[in-house]
């Protein structure tokens, strides 16, 4: 049972992939999960007590890496189609509308994203297009020129 799971010990020199020279395996291959270090060690040590553990354990292990991988390869494939979509509904827009129609649509956009942020956090910047903005409106409606200031 315990070579069904794990190399023998001690192999010899030859057969060695740590490149150390010192005949120590550093690291074993199942599936797509690659056990490496103290954790091969622990795993020699729990199949010497308990075999049926510790093939339940590289199992799992294993059956969890696979899922990860799974979900990574989704993700990088997903990203994929959300690029090539998002680029043909720019062309589309851009061929449907105009470019200066776009441009304008852009810039509205980033407009209200930028208000919606302020709105959230309250904070914005007097040099910025929007401080401008607000100052003008407030002296429009009748505001002093300058805001109090902390030494007053």
């Known amino acids: 049972m315990n070579e069904e799971i794990l190399p023998p010990a001690k192999p010899d020199s030859s057969k ?3 490149g ?3 005949g120590t395996t550093n690291h074993l291959y ?8 103290n954790d091969l060690a622990e795993l020699r040590r729990l199949s010497e007590s308990n075999p049926e553990l510790a093939r339940k354990v590289v199992e ?3 059956q969890q890496d696979q899922r990860w991988h799974a979900s ?4 990088i494939i997903s990203s994929v189609v959300l690029l090539i979509a998002a680029m043909i509904f720019v062309a589309t827009i851009v061929w449907a509308t105009g470019i200066w129609t776009t441009l304008m649509a852009i810039g509205l956009i980033l407009a209200v994203a930028l208000l ?5 956090t309250g904070e914005w910047s007097e040099t910025t297009w929007f401080g401008k903005l607000v100052g003008a409106l407030s002296k429009a409606l009748g505001s002093k020129d300058e805001a109090p200031t902390d030494d007053e």
Not at 30 to 37: A, D, E, R, V
Request: proline content about 0%; charged content about 25%.
């Open 116 to 120: 919606i942020r302020v709105i959230l």
């Open 30 to 37: 199942i599936g797509q999960f690659h056990y490496k270090g």
């Open 16 to 18: 060695s992939d740590s």
């Open 60 to 62: 799992s292990a294993d």
């Open 72 to 75: 990574q390869r989704f993700g």
């Open 20 to 22: 150390s020279g010192d």
